[in-house]
């Protein structure tokens, strides 16, 4: 059955296109059928994160308005034949995408793949309301400082209220991903730690994301972590936030690519 995943944070430059990306490069590794929607309306990042910015003809305004049928705007990825991407207009407004256009769209493509993981704008304006509107489970992506995760909280309120899910009176899934996460930082009281996040969220953690240079390089040449030969600290962090987004059970560990071993984090999960 398609399961669709919103990305989502309430603050930008969380690295929620990152996680988007890479996340859905590792389900498809993992034999999943995936498409990436991007819902940033207006500046459209996605597609330049997954390398495919000279393939795009039609986005997903496109379709939503019947100017295009899916299966023209579609990409799919040359790596990774059971990815594909779904872009974002760069030249037209928020308001064009309306709810019944969006509803429509992803009733298509749950016919088509086992995954759709929508990259939501930040905030809470329309983009990012109806991103998450249509989705069956939810990743808040958050970095260990006190602003990103008083937005967060902010986010959850939405999920649980502005959701076709929550409209409904069913419980709605959702998860934690803590990205750009330094351990030694956060035991001298930089950011922080670990606990401190679960405590104020209380949401489910999938995963932790370290802080890496290989993030950064590697959205810059359009290859996201988890298409690495040798995959890095924070791809192998996703690789598991993908095997527990699966329903396996592993231990909350943070890679440590430095001293070649997995830090391990003895604070509580959130129930």
């Not at 969380?14 to 993992?30: E, H, Q």
């Amino acid at each position: 059955m398609a399961k669709v995943l919103v990305v989502t944070s309430g603050k930008g430059g969380v690295g929620k296109t990152t996680s988007t990306a890479a996340l859905g490069v590792a389900l498809a590794k993992g034999g999943k059928n995936v498409v990436l929607v991007d819902f940033d309306v207006g500046l459209r990042n996605l597609d330049l994160v997954m390398g495919a910015e000279r393939r795009v003809v039609y986005d997903l305004i496109n379709v939503v308005q019947g100017d295009a049928k899916l299966s023209q705007a579609l990409i799919r990825d040359k790596r990774i034949p059971t990815l594909s991407l779904l872009p974002a207009s760069q030249t037209r407004d928020k308001d064009a995408l309306t709810d019944e256009g969006v509803a429509r769209v992803i009733a298509e493509l749950k016919e088509k793949f086992d995954w759709i993981i929508c990259d939501s704008p930040a905030g809470i304006e329309r983009g990012a309301t109806l991103a998450m509107r249509h989705a069956d489970v939810a990743i808040v992506v958050t970095n260990p400082e006190v602003s990103s995760v008083r937005d967060s909280d902010r986010i959850i309120g939405l999920l649980d209220s502005k959701t076709e899910k929550a409209e409904r009176g069913d419980h709605m899934e959702k998860h934690l991903l803590l990205t750009r996460y330094d351990a030694a930082r956060a035991e001298r009281g930089e950011m922080l730690k670990v606990d401190d996040v679960l405590e104020i969220l209380s949401i489910p953690l999938l995963g932790i994301i370290p802080e890496s240079e290989e993030v950064l390089r590697a959205s810059n040449i359009g290859a996201p972590v988890t298409l690495s030969a040798t995959p890095s600290a924070p791809a192998r962090a996703y690789f598991d936030a993908a095997r527990r987004l699966n329903g396996e059970s592993l231990e909350m560990t943070v890679p440590n690519d430095k001293k070649s071993f997995f830090g391990k984090i003895f604070g509580r999960r959130a129930a």
